[in-house]
């Protein structure tokens, strides 16, 4: 086999072309290898599957900006958003699909969005999506670090039970723009009786859920929960506690106007909060039961 190769001779004049061509190619290649590639903003970068979240400016609007790029498939991202006295507010979105009903998940004392990581995901299932979040009246005692309780201490900002009621607020507002609907209201404890308050009188609450509410606002009087209901509050109503807990959490419910309420009394003693819903419990199936019936049968 023969093998043929080309040579090529360059005149003075040729060779002095190639030579600042080369030179000119070289400079050109080393300029551009030294660019400063182009920032990103971290907040901008997909945390969890197809979810991409930043946080809200931090000043509170009726219908606040959200720059979520939402995928039709599930997803788990944390995210944040501003109170109206700018404490950031940390919460996680399990996403289920766009056109699927939402539920603001709302902790109880010295707890965190983690009471209900195992909770949405079951919700999620049930074709609900879920924005779980940390109030700042809360801790670590069940589990995760509240963040948004960190971020209020720094700043000096109270953290009672009732400081908190803005946080779930601004929750409610920013769901019901995600999803362009009105919202289910969960509470847990506290923010169980918080959910009464807000629920009632908030447009942007279709329904609320409540585990073991309860007059726990010493300072505000015996009886700033039931008055802060109205006559009128006809939003569907499911109350659940520990049986202990059955007798005032009923008084909740005559309170209520609503023409579809449920109060849930456990056969066994049952447990405080929406750690009735954890697996760990164990009678958590005749909650969930109890829980899934009314969801089911919400006015649709």
Request: charged share 15%; glycine share 4%; hydrophobic share 35%.
């Amino acid at each position: 086999m023969r093998t043929y190769y080309k040579q090529f001779y360059f005149s003075a004049t040729h060779s002095s072309s190639f030579s600042f061509l080369v030179t000119f190619c070289l400079l050109t290649f080393v300029l551009n290898s030294c660019q400063l590639p182009e920032k990103t903003n971290p907040e901008t970068q997909n945390k969890t599957a197809g979810l991409k979240q930043t946080a809200s400016k931090p000043n509170y609007t009726d219908s606040i900006e959200t720059e979520i790029d939402m995928p039709d498939y599930p997803g788990r991202a944390p995210l944040s958003f501003f109170a109206p006295d700018s404490v950031e507010i940390h919460a996680v979105l399990f996403h289920q699909g766009n056109s699927l009903p939402v539920m603001v998940l709302c902790h109880q004392a010295q707890s965190s969005k983690e009471e209900y990581e195992a909770i949405a995901s079951r919700l999620n299932l049930l074709g609900f999506n879920c924005l779980a979040i940390d109030q700042r009246s809360g801790g670590t005692a069940l589990g995760g670090n509240n963040q948004t309780a960190e971020n209020a201490l720094k700043r000096n900002m109270p953290t009672d039970y009732i400081n908190a009621e803005q946080d779930i607020i601004t929750a409610i507002d920013y769901a019901a723009n995600l999803y362009k609907r009105p919202v289910i209201l969960v509470g847990s404890s506290y923010s169980a009786s918080l959910a009464l308050k807000i629920g009632c009188q908030n447009t942007k609450v279709t329904a609320i859920a409540c585990f073991s509410p309860g007059e726990y606002f010493e300072n505000q009087g015996n009886h700033f929960i039931k008055n802060s209901m109205g006559n009128a509050c006809k939003k569907p109503l499911f109350i659940t506690s520990s049986k202990t807990e059955a007798p005032e959490a009923a008084t909740f419910i005559t309170a209520s106007a609503a023409n579809y309420k449920t109060q849930f009394i456990p056969k066994q003693e049952g447990i405080h909060g929406a750690r009735a819903l954890w697996v760990s419990t164990p009678n958590n199936e005749e909650y969930w039961q109890a829980f899934e019936t009314f969801l089911k049968d919400l006015p649709k």
